[in-house]
């Protein structure tokens, strides 16, 4: 039976070849497809491909039904989750805040309802976050993490959270922990304009947008990625001027990270050819050790490797003083 790793692989071999028959394939042969559909996110932009192909009706009707279910329970989340943000960008008219990753991918990139979401991911530098607490407050949202907490991941962190009617924004000031990189001053400098309905929304630069991807990935969830986040990549990787990109990496101290993401992607087939040119990663003895396949300490082994692949050293060990100051003195 094949690794997680090597199932994970032939999964999106699958999903991206020009027809959907290995799908279906894939989906008859796996003895956990559905398991590893979901947890992948998957489900119904497979089932979107599989009907649109005409396949779907020679799938086994118990797994029919469960993806039909998934699918129209993922859209009504889907279609709540649009309203709240439709509600949130009309009181939020003056500052524009940036939709990021599944807020953007999914109504740029994705047919409609294919591209299932947890939350809402939005951008406002911060000079401009009091700002939108403020007129989030007056619209209901509150912010989750309160007191000593919400100071600590102010300094060290690069969004906070906020809550209302069990939907969730995290806003971003940060491309990824403040004392990690270099900096950037706004996002929305080169930006675009999309609709939402009736409703106008604001979303940065496809490059930009692939950058905060690969950022997000490689510095924070390689440990516990979805096949999601690699199909985001694999569609914006054709779009988009990675000379470009990698030119915005290098100012802003991510090109290792952004390297180092690329290598790692590098494993999927139909991905690597979209990617620039290098090789696929090959990690010494202690990367190896890092990238276990174990499960335990995902979220300390993200916090390593990301500190590892600071631009300048330096500030990695800056950056890890400070942290600690900030938990052990308020």
Not at 292 to 310: K, Q, S
């Amino acid at each position: 039976m094949a690794t997680p790793a090597g199932q994970k692989v032939t999964l999106f071999a699958a999903l991206v070849a020009p027809d959907s028959e290995g799908l279906l394939r894939w989906i008859k042969n796996e003895t956990d497809a559905m398991a590893l559909l979901e947890r992948e996110r998957l489900v119904p932009l497979v089932y979107w491909r599989l009907k649109k192909s005409k396949l779907a009706q020679f799938l086994p009707l118990k797994i029919r039904e469960s993806f039909a279910e998934q699918s129209r329970r993922l859209a009504r989340a889907e279609l709540l989750r649009e309203t709240a943000l439709k509600g949130l960008l009309s009181g939020m008219a003056e500052l524009r805040p940036l939709l990021l990753k599944g807020a953007d991918f999914s109504r740029r990139l994705y047919p409609p309802l294919t591209r299932p979401t947890s939350d809402i991911d939005l951008y406002l530098p911060r000079h401009r976050v009091v700002e939108f607490a403020r007129i989030a407050r007056e619209l209901g949202w509150y912010l989750t993490d309160r007191g000593r907490r919400a100071w600590r991941l102010w300094k060290t962190w690069n969004h906070l959270k906020w809550t209302k009617d069990y939907q969730v924004v995290e806003l971003h000031y940060e491309l990824v922990a403040p004392g990690r990189y270099v900096g950037i001053d706004d996002l929305a400098e080169e930006s675009e304009t999309i609709w939402l309905g009736d409703c106008s929304a604001t979303v940065p630069s496809k490059e930009n947008a692939l950058l905060f991807a690969l950022a997000h990935l490689g510095g924070k969830h390689l440990f516990e990625s979805h096949l999601l986040w690699a199909y985001d990549i694999y569609l914006l990787a054709n779009q988009v001027d990675w000379e470009r990109l990698l030119d915005k990496a290098r100012s802003v101290g991510l090109l290792r990270t952004v390297r180092f993401t690329l290598a790692w992607l590098r494993r999927y087939p139909g991905l690597r050819e979209r990617l620039p040119g290098g090789t696929a990663l090959k990690p010494g003895r202690l990367l190896r050790e890092l990238l276990g396949v174990t499960g335990r300490w995902n979220r300390l082994r993200a916090r390593l490797l990301a500190l590892y692949l600071v631009d300048q050293p330096a500030r990695a060990f800056v950056y890890l003083l400070e942290y600690l100051r900030t938990v052990l003195l308020r």
